[in-house]
């Protein structure tokens, strides 16, 4: 399977989970805010704890209980834990063209992974619950390799579980921190910006693709 535009003998396709495969803001917030809450705190709207999510979920409790303290940190990820192993999906959604794509690159056998900066835990309890968990020969949290994105590591990892080479895959995400962890992989990428990442950030970054939604990869996957 070749890619449009470019020299390419694609063989595997990884995937961000937040922000690409899965509309999860308001889950996430939702979590957030229960450890702020827990804290004293008022809560924040989805949009602003949106801003937090990429580096994973340690990053984000920091800014969302706005301190760097261990002892609280680790109380707040408890919370948090808490409620969102029982919340995840309440509201979180595959975005639209997610199944048609994955539909479309199994057909042609392309091997699929996900690489993730959610803990290992929810990133397989989502996939399962919203049924695409058999879409997947590698799904990846930050604990399944020493360094998380943007590192190459993780992604470097994954494509050689599924015995595919850098030149031989695509990375698709929505953030600069996918770019970055593709790019230093020496892998092609492509970003949507209907998930957490600015149009103008991500274009700013010079990703390979910058698509409106997931459906548009369908016109370059040939």
């Not at 961000?16 to 917030?29: M, N, P, V």
């Not at 997610?98 to 699929?112: A, D, P, S, Y």
């Not at 949290?141 to 695509?170: C, F, I, Y």
Request: aromatic share 10%; with cysteine; hydrophobic share 40%.
């Amino acid at each position: 399977m070749k890619c449009k535009g470019v020299d390419i003998q694609l063989k595997a396709v990884l995937f961000d989970l937040d922000g690409t495969l899965i509309d999860s803001k308001r889950d996430i917030a939702q979590s957030a805010n229960a450890a702020r809450i827990h804290f004293g705190f008022t809560p924040l709207p989805d949009d602003t704890i949106g801003t937090f999510v990429g580096l994973g979920v340690m990053n984000l409790l920091e800014r969302s209980i706005e301190s760097k303290d261990p002892a609280r940190l680790k109380e707040a990820y408890e919370i948090f834990k808490k409620h969102y192993r029982t919340h995840c999906v309440d509201f979180t959604r595959p975005y639209p063209g997610t199944f048609e794509l994955l539909e479309n690159l199994k057909e042609r056998r392309v091997k699929m992974g996900v690489v993730s900066n959610k803990p290992q835990e929810f990133t397989d309890l989502i996939l399962k619950k919203l049924d695409l968990w058999d879409f997947f020969e590698v799904s990846f949290g930050p604990e399944a390799t020493v360094n998380k994105k943007p590192h190459p590591e993780p992604l470097l990892t994954a494509l050689e579980r599924m015995k595919a080479k850098p030149s031989e895959g695509v990375m698709i995400g929505d953030s600069v921190v996918d770019i970055e962890a593709a790019r230093a992989a020496k892998m092609l990428v492509g970003v949507v910006s209907h998930g957490y990442g600015e149009r103008e950030i991500l274009n700013a970054a010079d990703p390979d693709w910058l698509f409106n939604s997931l459906g548009e990869f369908l016109e370059i996957f040939t």
